[in-house]
């Protein structure tokens, strides 16, 4: 009885939580990785004005990147606004960096959903990136290989799971740190803007 006792709570937790816990990048949020040689695979993509843009087009500049989808009931929620408010941080302080958010949802997430969804967050698009137009499988297999991440259909809860990190990419392409994307505070966003600022 204890025992189940147990297990009940431990479930009600889990749901409570959005289950959490499951989004979590295998490189764990808020880490330096410079010295684990994490780069990020070649891709091709289409972005929320329907432009082509692959991985060459972001040679020789800092980058941050994210995984959300438009139908997102959980995480997503908070990330994006997060990413809007560093965005506008870093404009701030006339960092020259860019943002790239893929999509975990391609087959729903058309340009034009993308397009009204970073509308309705506020994302200037000079700057940010919101990208579909590949598979189910490409995406999974991408945040695998270049974030260490996993992305997982959760039928139960209609979700996709992914990872909730903000990703910093050197100019080479090279994944340097992560920042926690569901880090929030009564002022908006609480990553560390001044270490993203030094990086």
């Known amino acids: 009885m204890r025992r189940l006792q147990i297990m009940l709570v431990a479930c009600v937790i889990a749901t409570l939580s959005g289950c959490g816990w499951l989004y979590e990048s295998e490189a764990d949020s808020g880490s330096d990785l410079s010295g684990q040689e994490l780069y990020v695979e070649e891709f091709e993509a289409e972005n929320e004005q329907g432009e082509t843009v692959t991985n060459e087009d972001l040679e020789g500049t800092y980058w941050m990147a994210s995984m959300v989808f438009t139908r997102c009931p959980s995480v997503c929620n908070t990330m994006t606004p997060n990413m809007s408010s560093l965005q506008a941080e870093l404009e701030e302080r006339e960092a020259d960096i860019q943002f790239v958010s893929f999509t975990v949802d391609p087959s729903f997430d058309t340009p034009e959903r993308l397009h009204e ?44 799971i992914h990872a909730t990190s903000f990703f910093l990419v050197n100019e080479k392409g090279q994944v340097v740190h992560t920042f926690d994307g569901m880090d929030t505070d009564t002022e908006g966003y609480a990553g560390d803007v001044e270490a993203i600022v030094e990086d």
């Open 117 to 160: 969804y970073g509308e309705a967050y506020h994302a200037d698009f000079e700057t940010w990136d919101f990208l579909t137009g590949y598979s189910d499988e490409w995406i999974s297999d991408f945040a695998e290989a270049s974030f260490q991440s996993v992305v997982q259909e959760d039928p139960e809860a209609n979700d996709i």
